[in-house]
């Protein structure tokens, strides 16, 4: 199992825009739809998750976390999925630890990510910082990571 960057240039961008069409988690058709029209800034990132050339799982790095405007934080681990054949394998974790490398390098501080699920994130090292209510989708909670 590997985790890698991908890009627009690159094989793999159109085989998880495929992937994600596919994919049994609703977040992951609008991640093909925004793959499909570039709707990425400058330093966001698509980390995925490869078994063999089999896509495992996928998450972004972004600035847009979709949360209410009065919590201004940013930016995010968003959009993180493992298939679930592939699960039980620690796949989130690698797929984290590579966005975390990956805001290491932009030399930030700080990264967030939100979540709906209790208990699950902290055992990554991030702190939960806020709950509310969500914008899109179930996630509710705020979490945090020094880098």
Not at 8 to 37: H, T, V
Not at 98 to 120: D, I, N, P, Q, T
């Amino acid at each position: 199992m590997r985790v890698i960057e991908i890009n627009r240039n690159q094989i793999y961008w159109k085989k998880l825009i495929d992937f994600s069409k596919k994919c049994s988690w609703k977040p992951g058709k609008n991640l093909a739809n925004r793959m499909e029209l570039g709707d990425f800034k400058e330093n966001e990132q698509i980390f995925v998750a490869m078994n063999d050339e089999d896509i495992a799982g996928f998450c972004v790095f972004e600035e847009n976390g979709y949360i209410p405007p009065e919590l201004d934080y940013h930016p995010f681990i968003n959009l993180v999925f493992v298939d679930e054949k592939f699960r039980g394998q620690r796949i989130s974790e690698r797929l984290i630890d590579a966005a975390l490398e990956y805001g290491r390098r932009l030399k930030l501080e700080k990264v967030y990510l939100k979540s709906e699920h209790r208990g699950l994130y902290e055992k990554y090292g991030f702190k939960k910082i806020a709950e509310f209510t969500p914008i899109v989708g179930l996630a509710d909670q705020l979490f945090e990571k020094e880098l």
